[in-house]
């Protein structure tokens, strides 16, 4: 494949990325087919994080976990949910574990963002 279709591909790839996680955080806007939105977009999330390839585009590190973890506390804060704080514990914890194990801190947002 040429160099330049290649990179191409890797900048569409990293625009549906941009657009899932919006619309993952989105989704928890919108009062009945947000969860469906929200859900979509973390299946979408899924499929990127299972198929990604070693050439692709990332974020640092510290940029995702503060994105993650901004999305956490807005999700919190767009349901009125801030009874639950120590849902914000877990998904430090599980950052913590994700970077000890050289894992990518997206994981994180598959179980921090899903609408409960």
Do not use: K, N, Y
Not at 15 to 40: E, K
Not at 84 to 91: C, K, Q, S, T, V
Not at 104 to 114: D, E, G, I, P
Request: include cysteine; charged fraction near 10%; aromatic fraction near 8%.
């Amino acid at each position: 494949m040429p160099s330049g279709t290649r990179c191409i591909m890797r900048f569409t790839r990293l625009a549906i990325w941009i657009i899932t996680a919006a619309g993952a955080l989105a989704g928890q806007l919108i009062p009945r087919a947000g969860m469906r939105v929200s859900v979509a977009s973390l299946a979408v999330l899924l499929i990127l994080l299972l198929t990604t390839p070693p050439d692709a585009i990332r974020l640092p590190r510290w940029l995702s976990e503060i994105l993650i973890l901004g999305g956490s506390v807005a999700i919190q804060f767009i349901g009125h949910r801030v009874d639950r704080w120590w849902m914000l514990i877990l998904d430090v914890m599980l950052l913590i574990v994700l970077r000890v194990t050289s894992q990518s801190a997206w994981w994180a947002a598959l179980f921090a963002w899903l609408p409960v």
